[in-house]
T-cell receptor, first 113, second 114 residues
Framework: SQQGEEDPQALSIQEGENATMNCSYKTSINNLQWYRQNSGRGLVHLILIRSNEREKHSGRLRVTLDTSKKSSSLLITASRAADTASYFCATSRISGGSYIPTFGRGTSLIVHP | EAQVTQNPRYLITVTGKKLTVTCSQN?????MSWYRQDPGLGLRQIYY???????DKGDVPEGYKVSRKEKRNFPLILESPSPNQTSLYFC?????????????FGEGSRLTVL
C-alpha cells in the first residue's frame, strides 16, 4: 500500500519560478524523504526530514513537515530547466517492528527555459 | 565509487523462461530492497531484506523470489515470468537496518516479457 501521495501529479512552470509540490500520508512516520528521478533513471535522494523537525533547507530546496496534518511540502526556488524531473516522497511505515520506506506516485515537474 | 549495480539493464524475454536480475552494493549496507515502477503507479516494493538471510515481502511479491546469502548481493528471481511483470525494476540499499536512512538506488533494469 502506498503511504505517501504527491500532489499535483504534474506541474509545468517557467525557469526562475518557484515549484511547490506536496505529499500527504496516512499513518505515523519516523521520517519523510524526498527523491528526484530523471526520466527512466534511478532515484536520487534529496533531503530527509525527521518527524520532530518542521523545516529543513538544502541549497534551493526547502522542505516542511506538518505531522498534525500528515503532510509535507517540497519547495524548489528559482527553478532551472535542469530541475525537470519526477519528484517522490517516501515515508517510513512500521511493519513487523521495523520501518519500511514506501513511495508515492510522484509529481512530474517540467521547467521551461 | 559507492554504488548499487544492477544487471542486466535491459532484457526482453518470453513467458515462462526463468530469469534473475542481480543487484550488488559496495557500501556494506544492511538494508536492501526491490521496487518495480509502472506508469501511474509509482514505485511499489516487491521484497526487502534487513540483513543477511533476513527477507520479507513488500506490497507486490507475487511471482518473485529473492535471496540474501551475502550482504552485498540481493538477486531478484522471476521463476516463470509473465507479461504483467513487464516493468522497470529498481534495487536500493540503505545503511540503516530499518531502512530509515537515505536509500541508494541502482540505475534500473527494464524488463519486457513477451
Amino acid at each position: 500500500s502506498q503511504q505517501g501521495e504527491e500532489d499535483p501529479q504534474a506541474l509545468s512552470i517557467q525557469e526562475g519560478e518557484n515549484a511547490t509540490m506536496n505529499c500527504s500520508y496516512k499513518t505515523s512516520i519516523n521520517n519523510l524523504q524526498w527523491y528526484r528521478q530523471n526520466s527512466g533513471r534511478g532515484l536520487v535522494h534529496l533531503i530527509l526530514i525527521r518527524s520532530n523537525e518542521r523545516e529543513k533547507h538544502s541549497g534551493r530546496l526547502r522542505v516542511t513537515l506538518d505531522t498534525s496534518k500528515k503532510s509535507s511540502s517540497l519547495l524548489i526556488t528559482a527553478s532551472r530547466a535542469a530541475d525537470t524531473a519526477s519528484y517522490f516522497c517516501a515515508t517510513s511505515r512500521i511493519s513487523g517492528g521495523s520501518y519500511i520506506p514506501t513511495f508515492g506516485r510522484g509529481t512530474s515537474l517540467i521547467v521551461h527555459p | 565509487e559507492a554504488q548499487v549495480t544492477q544487471n542486466p539493464r535491459y532484457l526482453i524475454t518470453v513467458t515462462g523462461k526463468k530469469l534473475t536480475v542481480t543487484c550488488s552494493q559496495n557500501m556494506n549496507h544492511e538494508y536492501m530492497s526491490w521496487y518495480r515502477q509502472d506508469p501511474g503507479l509509482g514505485l511499489r516494493q516487491i521484497y526487502y531484506s534487513m540483513n543477511v538471510e533476513v527477507t520479507d515481502k513488500g506490497d507486490v511479491p507475487e511471482g518473485y523470489k529473492v535471496s540474501r546469502k551475502e550482504k552485498r548481493n540481493f538477486p531478484l528471481i522471476l521463476e516463470s515470468p509473465s507479461p504483467n511483470q513487464t516493468s522497470l525494476y529498481f534495487c536500493a540499499s540503505s545503511p540503516r537496518q530499518g531502512g530509515t536512512g537515505e536509500l541508494f538506488f541502482g540505475e534500473g533494469s527494464r524488463l519486457t516479457v513477451l
